[in-house]
């Protein structure tokens, strides 16, 4: 489908927006646990050779660089500061498997930290800048719809990625953390009622992959907004912050449903 292009800056300053907060939100709940110096922190630097008494004072210094990446994204981004970011993301993701975490699901859940910036990048009109234009802050240039296409597209595999890997932790890992989750609401803390969350999880971000319909969107932001809250009702509201780090896993579904509503509601016009 053609979109009309009279009808695409609104729909890019509100992508922009939700796109940086999404962003910004997920370096700082990240940071702020740095600052913290939290110890599950311990293995990922372990699995680098960083010795515990230099991983506790490197924490902070990782916490504060997460939080000025994230506000600077906030006021005005910069394509080189994106570029790290992805790195970064992808790179803390990554560690994950490399420290012993069992399988790749914890990679494939963190989708939400490392497309984002990306989405954000393609938005910024990445594919036509010069090497001058990565360092400085930049203007977005008018949206098309070709880049439009890339952003819907990167959206649904995040979304996707984060649905199948978080469902593994159910079906397959059995987290006890996330019994704990669920037990703390009043819900079956039970292994049984774990398998089929993680199941029902797996169907949808298959289900998301083949179809990214709308309906489909607004599931996937009130599961994530009451699922990922379980963090506070379990561990009390210190774990607000991880509810923060996982801003992509609302901000991208957010995005979707701009991008999918923009184009059920703008049509290309007739041909005359």
Sequence with gaps: MTL????LPQLQRALSVVLRWTVALCFVGHGAWGVMRKEGWLPLLQSQGIPDNIAWKLMPVIGIMDI???????MKPRRAVLIFMIVWALWTAILRPISGTPGTWEFWERAGNYFPPLMLLVLGGVFTMRARDWFGAYAEPALNEDRLGIIHFLGRI???LFLIGHGGFGAFVEKPMLMAHFASVGLPGQVEFLRAIGWFEICLGCLVLVAPLRPLMWLVLGWKLAT???YVTEGGWLNLFEFVERAGDYGVPIAMILILNFRAHHPSPAPS
């Design 68 to 74: 000025v990446l994230g506000i600077t994204v906030l």
């Design 158 to 160: 995040t979304i996707g």
């Design 228 to 230: 990922e809250f379980l």
């Design 4 to 7: 009309h292009p009279s009808s």
